[in-house]
């Protein structure tokens, strides 16, 4: 592991933990095992540092989502395979998935929203690779894609906030079913 790695790695554990305001660059180094100079050398400032775990977080999502539907399964396939990605994204990814949902909104987020919305766009544009052709045959509905994405996460995100804050316990993919009906409702055309 690099040391660039193993501050990121620290960093996300730390910042998972106690929050970013409340993690020092100091705490970072210790946990990774790296010098003062090491860090600053590696990244500019701690909220840059956090700034690059949140698109990295953002692109791990993604991925994943997108390799759902690489193989362009039919309409309600591709509705269970992304809702089961979601799911099992967040669960098998808590710290990254607790940073990207609880931290995107974060002032110092602001230095990357160019970048970020270019990641959001390049998913835009592979999703659409399996759901246009499917609005086309008539299987789903044509929604704008953040409408669409909405009704196809919307409430599973709901849930799995619940479990990220620790208000609930249960594992969310154990509504996956349920999750994958109301999303099959909301977009089958």
Request: aromatic share 8%; hydrophobic share 45%.
């Amino acid at each position: 592991m690099t040391t660039r790695e193993r501050i990121q790695s620290a960093a996300l554990v730390l910042f998972d933990v106690l929050g970013v305001e409340r993690t020092s660059v100091a705490a970072i180094c210790r946990e990774a095992g790296v010098s003062n100079g090491s860090f600053f050398h590696s990244f500019a400032t701690k909220e840059a540092l956090g700034a690059e775990l949140f698109l990295a977080a953002l692109e791990s999502y993604h991925d994943v989502m997108v390799a759902s539907v690489a193989d362009r399964p039919d309409a309600p396939d591709g509705v269970a395979r992304l809702v089961r990605a979601h799911l099992d994204w967040v669960v098998g990814s808590r710290s990254q998935a607790r940073f990207l949902f609880e931290r995107s909104r974060s002032e110092w987020i602001a230095n990357v929203r160019e970048r970020q919305a270019l990641e959001n766009e390049r998913f835009a544009c592979h999703l659409d690779e399996w759901r246009v052709p499917q609005v086309h045959a008539g299987t789903l509905l044509d929604l704008p894609r953040n409408v669409f994405i909405a009704q196809l996460i919307g409430p599973s995100q709901i849930l799995c906030r619940a479990w990220l804050s620790g208000r609930t316990a249960a594992d969310p993919r154990e509504q996956a079913t349920i999750l994958i009906d109301c999303a099959r409702r909301a977009l089958s055309a």
